[in-house]
């Protein structure tokens, strides 16, 4: 990833983690509500798309 932008990197780590650790169908609501946050926060500053794209994989890889 981008070694200009640690913060990015942290934050997109630490959304993956917690799309892990999801184990109910609420929790994965609140994981999806924190990848909304994520897109949201750094569209603005702009990042990859890749990341967003692997975010959601992930959403949906758990929901199965």
Known sequence: M???CPRLTK???KTISVIE???TEIQLEGA???V???KT???QVGY??????SLDRA???KKL
Do not use: D, E, G, Q
Request: a positive charge; proline letters at 4%; charged letters at 35%.
């Open 48 to 53: 990859p798309k890749a990341l967003s794209y």
């Open 21 to 23: 650790s999801c184990k």
């Open 32 to 34: 999806s509500r924190m």
């Open 41 to 43: 926060m750094y569209k």
């Open 2 to 4: 981008n070694k200009k």
């Open 11 to 13: 934050t997109y780590n």
């Open 59 to 61: 959403i949906k890889r």
């Open 36 to 38: 909304k946050n994520f």
